[in-house]
């Protein structure tokens, strides 16, 4: 079992900054890829953000060059630094990590964080 606890969400003007932090604890050693994704009020939950164990990223096309997932592995902590932020980021941001053992992939999901940016 892996457990997330997400932090950093907050109200910001639009063009300002926030930065999340999702730290795992638990079966870390298992974990192949952590993430965030995003889910706006009427929407469907949406990949935002992903780095591999190995350190590769992958971004959704609407966040990026704004928007960089890095992580400290002595912290066991991923990070998400957004920048110029639209309302349209608006929205309860959550951490993701996934394992895959034998084909089977499990999903561990924080308790969510909500990002707001007024216009």
């Known amino acids: 079992q892996v457990q997330l606890v997400e932090s950093g969400g907050g109200l910001v003007q639009a063009g300002g900054s926030l930065r999340l932090s999702c730290a795992a604890s638990?079966?870390?050693?298992?974990?192949?890829?952590m993430g965030w994704y995003r889910q706006a009020p009427g929407k469907q939950r949406e990949f935002i953000a992903m780095?591999?164990?190995?350190?590769?990223?992958n971004y959704v096309d609407s966040v990026k060059g704004r928007f960089t997932i890095s992580r400290d592995n002595a912290k066991n902590t991923v990070y998400l630094q957004m920048s110029s932020l639209k309302p349209e980021d608006t929205a309860v941001y959550y951490c993701?990590?996934?394992?895959?053992?034998?084909?089977?992939?499990?999903?561990?999901w924080g308790q969510g964080t909500q990002v707001t940016v007024s216009s």
């Open positions: 993701n990590a996934y394992s895959v053992l034998s084909d089977h992939r499990s999903d561990y």
């Open positions: 638990g079966s870390i050693f298992s974990i192949n890829a």
């Open positions: 780095i591999t164990r190995g350190g590769s990223t």
